[in-house]
T-cell receptor, first 112, second 115 residues
Framework: DGGITQSPKYLFRKEGQNVTLSCEQN?????MYWYRQDPGQGLRLIYY???????QKGDIAEGYSVSREKKESFPLTVTSAQKNPTAFYLC???????????FGQGTRLTVV | DAKTTQPNSMESNEEEPVHLPCNHS???????IHWYRQLPSQGPEYVIH???SNVNNRMASLAIAEDRKSSTLILHRATLRDAAVYYC????????????????FGQGTILTVHP
């Protein structure tokens, strides 16, 4: 079945460590997005990519990095520079201008 | 992207209609109105979208004001499974040059459905 997959669902890391969250889609979508969601809050855009080997900063890119080497993959690295990395992270993709975005089930990152 | 304004929360009883409002007074002529909803601990899912005319699908109806400065998502008979956060966002199909651009969400409306 086509879809967008985030892994792992839960992730625990020690403070000061970098961690990479996976996002894979087999929908042949050009655009992919990463969001952060804190408890009781809406989604905030971290990075987005509209084509392979290109990506743009969203509203809260500091302390995060991404790559887009393949169309189907858009991994997010949470670096030690991110002051408060504990959050729910969501990945999304879109295939056409006039169509909806599809979201993964999210990764809940806890830094201890 | 143009901004949207939604009430923080709304309540409804099961099997009653629900009207979720969204104000977008700075909407441009090329902005599509999209609605998504997010169930607890899940990613958002698409509900409906429109440009000028009212739209219906199996999940909901979208009523768009004549001046397009506001819209209303209508759930015809609320069920307990409709309890979620509902987001209204605008999508300018010409933004960014390549037409994808940002996809920006606000705070949304928390819908509580009572049995």
């Amino acid at each position: 079945d086509g879809g967008i997959t985030q892994s792992p669902k839960y992730l625990f890391r020690k403070e000061g460590q970098n961690v990479t969250l996976s996002c894979e889609q087999n929908l042949n979508h050009d655009a992919m997005y990463w969001y952060r969601q804190d408890p009781g809050q809406g989604l905030r855009l971290i990075y987005y990519s509209q084509i392979v080997n290109d990506f743009q900063k969203g509203d809260i890119a500091e302390g995060y990095s991404v790559s887009r080497e393949k169309k189907e993959s858009f991994p997010l690295t949470v670096t030690s520079a991110q002051k408060n990395p504990t959050a729910f992270y969501l990945c999304a993709s879109r295939g056409q201008v006039f169509t909806e975005a599809f979201f993964g089930q999210g990764t809940r990152l806890t830094v201890v | 992207d143009a901004k949207t304004t939604q009430p923080n929360s709304m309540e409804s009883n099961e099997e009653e209609p629900v009207h979720l409002p969204c104000n977008h007074s700075t909407i441009s002529g090329t902005d599509y109105i999209h609605w998504y909803r997010q169930l607890p601990s899940q990613g958002p899912e698409y509900v409906i979208h429109g440009l000028t005319s009212n739209v219906n699908n199996r999940m909901a109806s979208l009523a768009i004001a004549e001046d397009r400065k506001s819209s209303t998502l209508i759930l015809h008979r609320a069920t307990l499974r409709d309890a979620a956060v509902y987001y209204c966002i605008l999508r300018d199909v010409n933004a960014g040059g390549t037409s994808y651009g940002k996809l920006t969400f606000g705070q949304g409306t928390i819908l509580t459905v009572h049995p």
